[in-house]
Nanobody
Framework: QVQLVEFGGGLVQAGGSLRLSCAAS????????MGWFRQAPGKEREFVAA????????YYADSVKGRFTISRDDAKNTVYLEMISLKLEDTAVYYC?????????????????WGQGTQVTVSS
């Protein structure tokens, strides 16, 4: 089993930046592709970004492309989400998850282990 814990969320002004971390324990994530999702109040959880284990290939939701960067440090068993130029609509609880499906997956059911989430609030 893999346990995932996100941290780094907080309150930031629009235009600001934050870096989220997702620390894994229980087993190494070196051979797993990982993703980030988010859930805004009253909305469904949505895909944000993913990174492949083998070649660090990445893909992003259109809404964050060019502003968010997913990365990983397998030596630290940690995945990161660097967020810049934050907008009010980025306010959400952010979750990391382990991909269990095919590369390119964006649906929740294709990810099998989830963290508890970290709150990101963007203010005007």
């Amino acid at each position: 089993q893999v346990q995932l814990v996100e941290f780094g969320g907080g309150l930031v002004q629009a235009g600001g930046s934050l870096r989220l971390s997702c620390a894994a324990s229980g087993r190494s994530i070196s051979y797993y592709s990982m993703g980030w999702f988010r859930q805004a109040p009253g909305k469904e959880r949505e895909f944000v970004a993913a990174i492949r284990w083998s070649d660090r290939n990445t893909y992003y939701a259109d809404s964050v492309k060019g502003r968010f960067t997913i990365s990983r440090d397998d030596a630290k068993n940690t995945v990161y989400l660097e967020m810049i130029s934050l907008k009010l609509e980025d306010t959400a609880v952010y979750y990391c998850a382990k991909l269990n499906g095919s590369w390119g997956a964006t649906m929740l059911y294709e990810y099998d282990y989830w963290g508890q989430g970290t709150q990101v609030t963007v203010s005007s």
